[in-house]
């Protein structure tokens, strides 16, 4: 029998998982009848049990590492960072948990004491991307498991092995096997997930089409939490700097870091037109040295494939339609293996196009805009429906202020990458980027509600006003 799921390394083509869909109403049935004893569980309890999970991988590092540089395609060294950030969350999500969750007590009147803690919502469905398959499922199912929330997750149907050996990680570690369940499969599969009337809430990262279309099906049910983390189209706008290489170093981490296949990632570059050539002529020179090679590959790559041929495919019919509508090529979009999904990172100067596509570019493709003053430039950075993450490399203090306060977006950086955003801070954007539920550090917010109670040991009260008049007489009788 051919199994109905599969995956296959990007870099060479090799089967590497196959399985079968889950049962939907099965793994919402087990989570939902495990949460209880889990949510009662002391949160001592919860933070052990988490931090067993990061010395169970802690023993599988390399293991783990070496299935996402698989199944992703990303080179090793970076895979390993991203099992180094799965490790480190558990530490960032007991903080948050303790200062943005944590129990309070307040003055009440009548001498009782006023309480605020917080629950657990139930079950939650986590719904996972490919381009980080353990790390950014990570940073959704460590908070809500800590707070006392079973756990379903659904990986993407591009990286089903790695979100296996993610769960059997947490269940080596003591997470109950009925508190975090794994729900293999498709679109299809994840529909159903989100909308299961016994799911809580849906945590979701991913593209911003999918977002919106789960934003609509709970349009209806604002009984269930929905945290959103989406795409982008950010800008990275390179101002006034004598520091024109390590400008051009930024720009490059910025939009051809993981194959351009981070949502944080670089799509825009917007550059004021009396440094244009000279950056972006750096910026090529640095692009046509990075090494594109699998992830295992000996000199050690910068870059690995994208995830799969249907993406390759898609981005180099961008690059020509780009092209075909006025971009100018910079440096040319190229498979560079025939049949896999190898590419070359691409830049392109759209600057008199008429109209610029407002889309997410998920790859290594770079469109440069060339713009003459500083209000046009911010201007240019917010010609986005997208809001996630942008950058100033260069100018003033001043020119850093108002591009601060101007810009639309919930990462905003000076002098750094795009895409270098810290675990130990809020994580999220607005427009289409975002539903204002900021994930990483404030994912304690979405993973548990406040509960105010008012209490007193011993029943005290009295009514003083609106009564009539006791009759003395008829007591009397």
């Known amino acids: 029998m051919v199994a109905s799921l599969t995956s296959h390394e990007p870099a060479t083509g090799t089967l590497l998982w196959q399985g079968e869909p889950g049962d939907v109403e099965a793994e919402v049935a087990a989570a939902r009848a495990s949460w209880p004893r889990w949510a009662a569980q002391p949160i001592a309890y919860r933070i052990e049990t988490l931090r067993r ?26 895979a390993r960072d991203e099992v180094a950030a799965l490790m480190g969350k558990v530490d960032i999500s007991v903080a948050a948990y303790s200062e943005r969750t944590g129990q309070r007590r307040l003055e009440a009147n009548m001498g009782a004491r006023q309480s605020v803690r917080h629950k657990p919502h139930g079950v939650m469905a986590v719904l996972g991307p490919y381009n980080a398959p353990a790390q950014l499922p990570g940073a959704h199912i460590i908070p809500a498991l800590l707070a006392g929330n079973a756990v379903v997750f659904k990986p993407s149907d591009r990286t089903p092995a790695v979100g296996e050996m993610l769960v059997r990680l947490l269940h080596e570690a003591g997470i109950p096997t009925g508190a975090m369940r794994l729900l293999q499969g498709g679109p299809d599969i994840g529909k159903a997930l989100a909308s299961h009337a016994d799911v809580g809430g849906i945590l979701f990262t991913g593209s911003a089409q999918t977002g919106i279309a789960i934003n609509r099906q709970f349009a209806a049910q604002p009984s269930k939490i929905l945290a959103l983390e989406m795409g982008g189209n950010n800008p990275i706008l390179v101002w006034d700097t004598p520091e024109i290489p390590a400008a051009a170093a930024i720009v490059v981490q910025s939009a051809f870091l993981t194959s351009g296949q981070r949502c944080t990632a670089a799509s825009r570059l917007i550059v004021r037109d009396n440094i244009a050539d000279t950056l972006i002529a750096e910026v090529k020179k640095l692009a046509d040295r990075l090494i594109v090679d699998q992830p295992h590959a000996t000199p050690t790559p910068y870059m690995g494939p994208v995830i799969d041929n249907q993406v390759a495919d898609g981005l180099t019919e961008s690059f020509l339609w780009l092209m075909s509508n006025g971009g100018r090529p910079i440096k040319h979009m190229v498979r560079t293996r025939p049949g896999l999904p190898f590419l070359s990172p691409a830049i392109i100067d759209v600057t008199n196009m008429k109209e610029r596509p407002d889309v997410e570019l998920f790859g290594p493709l770079l469109q440069v ?18 809001g996630l993450a942008a950058s100033l490399v260069g100018g003033s203090p001043e020119q850093y202020n108002q591009f601060w306060s101007n810009v639309r977006a919930g990462v905003i950086h000076w002098n750094r990458p795009t895409n270098g955003a810290a675990s130990n801070a809020p994580f999220g954007g607005i427009g289409i980027s975002g539903n204002h539920r900021p994930g990483a550090y404030y994912a304690a917010d979405y993973c548990a509600y406040p509960v105010v109670s008012a209490e007193l040991e011993k029943p005290r009260a009295s009514i003083g006003v609106g009564l009539k008049d006791i009759d003395v007489s008829a007591m009397g009788e």
Do not use: H, Q
Request: glycine letters at 4%; aromatic letters at 10%.
């Open 53 to 78: 999970f990061v010395n169970v991988v802690r023993r599988e590092d390399e293991a783990l590492a070496d299935l996402i540089a698989r199944e992703t395609g990303k080179p090793l060294w970076e």
């Open 369 to 386: 805009i060339r713009v003459s003053d500083f209000g046009e430039a911010i201007a240019e950075a917010n010609n986005s429906r997208y």
